[in-house]
T-cell receptor, first 114, second 110 residues
Framework: KAGVTQTPRYLIKTRGQQVTLSCSPI?????VSWYQQTPGQGLQFLFE???????NKGNFPGRFSGRQFSNSRSEMNVSTLELGDSALYLC?????????????FGEGSRLTVL | SQQGEEDPQALSIQEGENATMNCSYK?????LQWYRQNSGRGLVHLIL?????REKHSGRLRVTLDTSKKSSSLLITASRAADTASYFC??????????FGQGTRLTINP
C-alpha cells in the first residue's frame, strides 16, 4: 500500500508570493492533517480535514488555508508569503474519523521563502 | 505553549546502551503517542498508549504512562546507530487533533 505522498518536496519562493502544497493520503484514509515544523516552534498543527470538511484548525493567520477533495487528496495554500513561513510542511493521514489514532506522515514539503 | 514537553532536549549515548526520554503534558488526554523523525524526513509512528494503560512494549521500545503525574517515558533498549533520530511525544487532546512536543534529539555513538 502506497504511503502518504507530498508534492513538491522542495520549493523556493519570494516574499509576497503564494504557494500550494499537495498531499495524497494512504488509500482508504479519509482524514488529512497538516503540520508546520520549524526549529523554533516545533510541530504546529495547522488544520485537519475529513470528508472534504475542515474539522479543526490551529492558531494560524487566514493566509493559511486548505481544502480536501472527494478522493481525500488535500491541498494547503499560503498566500502573501513571509520569511517566517519557511518551514517543513507535513501532511498526515489517518483512518476515518480517528485523527487521534496513529498518524501516517508524508516526507514533507520544505518551503524556503527568500 | 506546547502540550507536551520532552526531556532531555538532546541525548547522546554509546551504541548498546539504553536511552530514556521523558514527556510531560498539561491536560487530560485520550492517549499518548511516540513518533520518530530522521533528519528532515516525515515522522514515523512508534507506539500508542491509552490513558487507561500504564505500560506498553514494542520490540526494543518500552513506554510507560503515569496519568497522575501527567508524564510518560520512552525507553529504547540496546540502542543502535539507526536509532539516531528525534523522538516526539504527541497527546490526543479531545477527539480532533494531536499536539506534539518539541522532541528529544537522540544520537547513538558507535
Amino acid at each position: 500500500k502506497a504511503g502518504v505522498t507530498q508534492t513538491p518536496r522542495y520549493l523556493i519562493k519570494t516574499r509576497g508570493q503564494q504557494v500550494t502544497l499537495s498531499c495524497s493520503p494512504i488509500s482508504g484514509h479519509r482524514s488529512v492533517s497538516w503540520y508546520q515544523q520549524t526549529p523554533g516552534q516545533g510541530l504546529q498543527f495547522l488544520f485537519e480535514y475529513f470528508s472534504e470538511t475542515q474539522r479543526n484548525k490551529g492558531n494560524f493567520p487566514g493566509r493559511f488555508s486548505g481544502r480536501q477533495f472527494s478522493n481525500s487528496r488535500s491541498e494547503m495554500n499560503v498566500s502573501t508569503l513571509e520569511l517566517g513561513d519557511s518551514a517543513l510542511y507535513l501532511c498526515a493521514s489517518s483512518l476515518a474519523g480517528q485523527v487521534t489514532r496513529e498518524l501516517f506522515f508524508g516526507e514533507g514539503s520544505r518551503l524556503t521563502v527568500l | 505553549s506546547q502540550q507536551g514537553e520532552e526531556d532531555p532536549q538532546a541525548l547522546s549515548i554509546q551504541e548498546g546502551e539504553n536511552a530514556t526520554m521523558n514527556c510531560s503534558y498539561k491536560t487530560s488526554i485520550n492517549n499518548l503517542q511516540w513518533y520518530r523523525q530522521n533528519s528532515g524526513r516525515g515522522l514515523v509512528h512508534l507506539i500508542l498508549i491509552r490513558s487507561n494503560e500504564r505500560e506498553k512494549h514494542s520490540g526494543r521500545l518500552r513506554v510507560t504512562l503515569d496519568t497522575s503525574k501527567k508524564s510518560s517515558s520512552l525507553l529504547i533498549t540496546a540502542s543502535r546507530a539507526a536509532d539516531t533520530a528525534s523522538y516526539f511525544c504527541a497527546t490526543a487532546v479531545g477527539a480532533q487533533k494531536l499536539v506534539f512536543g518539541q522532541g528529544t534529539r537522540l544520537t547513538i555513538n558507535p
